[in-house]
């Protein structure tokens, strides 16, 4: 028998919700306990729409858009908020590749300006990401293309190593880590 859409989708939240709980045991901050992990949900989603607001913000990113179309397309999706006490500070989505190899992060974004998790949100996310593509066999983490040369640096220097595109639409540039 086939699984459904609706099947997958409360099978693949279930691991999410696992890895969430385990990332959220394995934050080794002392302010830990004022750390949240919950997925895309709509008060994140309400949450990050005042990031339209902020001068500072680098990106465009459509979070309600692109949640409702990662939910209805990829089931298997890895997706991430990261709160501060109630302060939405951190959101990314991604998904595995066809064959589960490997783990696709698409979007990324911290709250721009004044954030509790500078220097943080993303070590967080990455212990997520890593969990998750344990969970699912992949062997391989790529952040498809870094919005600046700054970015795309960072991601470096946490160990990733960069690919640039070969030109052709289908293969954009990514950063890469075997795990």
């Not at 997925?39 to 990031?51: F, P, Y």
């Not at 990829?74 to 302060?87: H, V």
């Not at 969990?131 to 391989?140: F, I, S």
Request: glycine letters at 6%; one cysteine or more; hydrophobic letters at 35%.
């Amino acid at each position: 028998m086939l699984a459904t859409h609706s099947d997958a989708e409360l099978r693949y939240e279930s691991y999410r919700q696992m890895v969430r709980e385990h990332v959220k045991e394995a934050i080794p901050y002392g302010d830990a306990s004022q750390i949240h992990l919950s997925g895309l949900d709509s008060r994140a989603i309400n949450q990050a729409k005042l990031w339209d607001t902020i001068p500072e913000r680098r990106t465009n990113f459509d979070w309600e858009t692109d949640t409702r179309i990662y939910r209805k397309m990829y089931p298997k999706r890895f997706e991430l908020a990261i709160w501060y006490q109630n302060r939405l500070e951190s959101l990314s989505l991604g998904r595995p590749s066809f064959k589960g190899t490997r783990l696709r992060l698409e979007l990324i974004e911290r709250v721009a300006g004044y954030s509790m998790l500078k220097g943080r949100s993303f070590a967080i996310t990455e212990l997520a990401l890593i969990a998750y593509a344990n969970l699912l066999g992949a062997d391989e983490i790529r952040i498809m293309q870094p919005i600046n040369a700054a970015v795309r640096e960072f991601y470096v220097q946490k160990g990733y190593s960069y690919v640039p595109s070969t030109g052709a639409r289908h293969f954009p540039d990514y950063c890469v880590k075997k795990i």
